[in-house]
Every structure is written in structure tokens, then in C-alpha cells.
Nanobody
Framework: QVQLVESGGGLVQPGGSLRLSCAAS????????MGWYRQAPGKQRELVAG???????NYAESVKGRFIISRDNVKNKVYLQMNSLKPEDTAVYYC????????WGKGTLVTVSS
């Protein structure tokens, strides 16, 4: 069993930045690939960024150059640094780990609005 808890969401103006954190417990996540997903109202959940156990990263085209995913295997955490935020980034952001079973956090809301 893995528990994931996201934090760091909130209201930010367009052009601003936020840093999301995902704390994992119940298992060491260092050997697993991790991901950040988001779901906007009325839309399907989509992959925002992923990071492998070896540290390789991939991003959705819509966030390339603006978001950075990273991990701290000692702290058992994954982060998403979000810069140059746009109103279309507004969504609930979820942390995910696939250990053979898929685990999700409850999400953290990011609202980008002036």
C-alpha cells in the first residue's frame, strides 16, 4: 500500500509560480516511476509530467519549458515546479505512482486567475 498526499496548490495570478509537493508513505518510491496529472472541470485527466526511477523526465507539450518535475528519494517526495502559469493550467493536480498497482493522491487545486 502506498499513500500519496499532494500539497502546494492555491490561487495564483497569470504569470505566477507554484511548487507542488507529493509526499509518499507506505513504500519507498525510489524504484518507481512517478507522475503528475491534472484534471480540469469537464475534461479528462491528463499527464502533465513524469519522472522515472532513474530521473528521466517527460512533459506534456502544453507545459514544456514552464514546468519542472523532480524527486527526492531520501524524503520520499516528488515535486512539480510550475512557472509562467496560465489560466488554462487551472485544474486539480494529482500525484501518481504505478507499483504494479496504480496509486493516486486526493489532489490539490490550482487556480490561475487575476
Amino acid at each position: 500500500q502506498v499513500q500519496l498526499v499532494e500539497s502546494g496548490g492555491g490561487l495564483v495570478q497569470p504569470g505566477g509560480s507554484l511548487r507542488l509537493s507529493c509526499a509518499a508513505s507506505g513504500s519507498m518510491i525510489s524504484i518507481y516511476d512517478m507522475g503528475w496529472y491534472r484534471q480540469a472541470p469537464g475534461k479528462q485527466r491528463e499527464l502533465v509530467a513524469g519522472i522515472t526511477s532513474g530521473g528521466s523526465t517527460n512533459y506534456a507539450e502544453s507545459v514544456k519549458g514552464r514546468f519542472i518535475i523532480s524527486r527526492d528519494n531520501v524524503k520520499n517526495k516528488v515535486y512539480l515546479q510550475m512557472n509562467s502559469l496560465k489560466p488554462e493550467d487551472t485544474a486539480v493536480y494529482y500525484c501518481n505512482v504505478d507499483t504494479g498497482e496504480d496509486y493516486w493522491g486526493k489532489g490539490t487545486l490550482v487556480t490561475v486567475s487575476s
